[in-house]
Nanobody, 120 residues
């Protein structure tokens, strides 16, 4: 099994920046794809950024040009750099990872979520 732990949320003014981190722990695993989701009050959880093990990234239009997803495979950690934050970015942010082991075993893990609040 793989566990994910997030850090880095908080309160920031509009136009500001925050950096989220999400680290994976477990035994003899590899992360194939990292994903960032967010869920605003009263709304569905939405996928907005992904990165593969080879470094291919994809973004939802709502964050393109403002957010950057990156990962460190050696540290089993994904990062989300958020710039030019807007009040509509306020949400609980979740990381997720598709992982595998040599057994082979495959699975999907979720972080605990971290609150990001952007004030106007």
């Amino acid at each position: 099994q793989v566990q994910l732990v997030e850090s880095g949320g908080g309160l920031v003014q509009a136009g500001g920046s925050l950096r989220l981190s999400c680290s994976a722990s477990g035994s003899a695993f590899s992360i194939y794809t990292w994903e960032w989701y967010r869920q605003a009050p009263g709304k569905q959880r939405e996928l907005f950024a992904t990165i593969t093990r080879s470094g291919t990234t994809n973004y939802h239009d709502s964050v393109k040009g403002r957010f950057t997803i990156s990962s460190d495979n050696a540290k089993n950690t994904v990062y989300l750099q958020m710039n030019s934050l807007k009040p509509e970015d306020t949400a609980v942010y979740y990381c997720a990872a598709d992982w595998g082991t040599p057994v082979p075993e495959r699975g999907r893990a979720w972080g605990q979520g971290t609150q990001v609040t952007v004030s106007s």
